[in-house]
């Protein structure tokens, strides 16, 4: 994706770095109807809570001259509302792709449907996909979601995950790269990975607190540990809703038991949590 924006957006992003999963927090809480827009009050608020990302204090002079050129960058006709699509560049090129995406499909996206296609391109043998099977993946996950994406589109998403992911030029994208396209709100197990800030050093050690008889799965009461904490560290309303957690369980075996085996391998959970 190209970086097309002004200067004053790209000092803007330095001064304040946002990422994806924040903005989209941030942005949902005052687009509460999901319009894609916000307007009067909100876009001051929007503003301050942005700023309030920003490690350098500013006077009330300095705020006020910033959202004065803020207004002008992104309310170019004056009609006193901002659509996400162009407030989302204020992100580095990466996350805006991401902004944009989820916001066109992410409503319609799940780890689930996500898993299912994964498995018909992926092996405990290759965890990744060519340059030559994105455009393919892609059209099948669309169909998986009952998305309707012309080819034009297809070439468009492809060519993009692969410039912005494909770091070392390989041409390949990995699941931890690939599930970036998952909505935050269903990337599970990597909201839980950041939330236990773990690494490839400390995994070890947590599958070992789990894996209780050291038999190298989870299985049995060491799972129902597992999913609980893996729950409860993502929001406390999914343990204390019985249907909900009935559901998380099904929808975490699913997606991460590519085995169905009815137990979680290392290799099986250190896919889903992007552990090199």
């Avoid at 770095?17 to 927090?25: I, L």
């Avoid at 929001?235 to 038991?257: H, Q, R």
Wanted: proline share 2%; charged share 30%; hydrophobic share 35%.
């Amino acid at each position: 994706m190209a970086d097309n924006c002004s200067e004053w957006i790209r000092d803007f992003r330095k001064m304040c770095p946002v990422d994806a999963v924040k903005f989209e927090d941030v942005w949902k809480h005052y687009d509460s109807d999901g319009n894609g827009y916000i307007d009067g009050d909100e876009i001051d608020s929007f503003f301050d809570d942005l700023l309030k990302m920003s490690k350098q204090k500013l006077s009330l002079q300095e705020k006020n001259k910033l959202k004065d050129q803020f207004m002008k960058e992104f309310d170019e006709n004056r009609d006193g509302r901002i659509e996400m699509s162009e407030l989302a560049l204020i992100l580095p090129p990466e996350d805006s792709f991401l902004i944009l995406f989820h916001a066109d499909h992410g409503e319609h996206l799940t780890g689930a449907q996500f898993m299912t296609v994964w498995r018909q391109f992926s092996s405990k043998k290759k965890d990744y996909i060519e340059s030559t099977e994105i455009k393919q993946f892609l059209a099948k996950l669309f169909k998986q979601i009952g998305r309707e994406v012309s080819a034009s589109q297809l070439e468009k998403y492809s060519s993009s995950l692969l410039r912005i992911y494909d770091a070392n030029n390989d041409g390949k994208l990995s699941f931890k790269e690939l599930s970036r396209i998952l909505p935050p709100s269903e990337n599970i197990l990597l909201r839980f990975k950041d939330q236990m800030n773990l690494t490839s050093e400390n995994f070890e050690q947590l599958f070992s607190h789990y894996d209780s008889d050291g038999n190298g799965s989870i299985s049995g009461e060491e799972l129902d540990v597992f999913l609980y904490d893996v729950a409860k560290a993502i929001s406390c309303d999914i343990v204390s809703d019985k249907e909900s957690y009935g559901k998380f369980k099904k929808m975490m075996l699913f997606s991460c038991d590519s085995s169905g085996d009815g137990c979680l391998q290392k290799d099986e959970v250190a896919l889903w949590l992007g552990i090199d």
